[in-house]
């Protein structure tokens, strides 16, 4: 039988495994809202879609995975699994953005639109707030269902 530790480090590697897949994903959508001429807040809303798909599909991965609960301790409500769910993804959106924000810059394409191809504090501090959002929600989400199967 697999214990909570096993579980997790399951976890850790399907998120390195997404990592690429992610980037590519961007990409695809970049590149489609290019040919479509759709550059004004392509930044944001890409990011946004890649994240909120990979948070479902996180979550999805994680109720595959044999975690044990009721064994687990609950503190203000959060369970110790969730936080160690959680820390499964550190680092994870930080790495996402260095690299739509490197690709944003490199791009020929968004050259002659300034707001999109170098993104300034203001837009990336708004498309931050976004994921910080999307972020809680799959948060509470994974911490619901960790406090429900104990």
Known sequence: MMNNADSIAQLCRYIAER???LKKQYEQLLAQDLSRQQWDGCFQRNVLIVLEQAYDEALAFVKTLPFDSAASSVNQG???????ALGAFDGFVD???????????TSCALS???D????DKTYVNAVMRD???LWQSFAL??????????
């Open 141 to 150: 989400t994974i911490n619901a269902y960790f406090l429900e199967c104990r």
């Open 131 to 133: 994921i910080a959002g």
């Open 116 to 119: 999109e191809h170098k993104p």
């Open 19 to 21: 990592k690429p897949v």
């Open 112 to 114: 002659n639109f300034p």
């Open 78 to 84: 959060l369970s110790n699994v969730t936080q160690q």
């Open 95 to 105: 790495d996402f953005l260095v690299f739509v924000v490197d690709k944003h810059r």
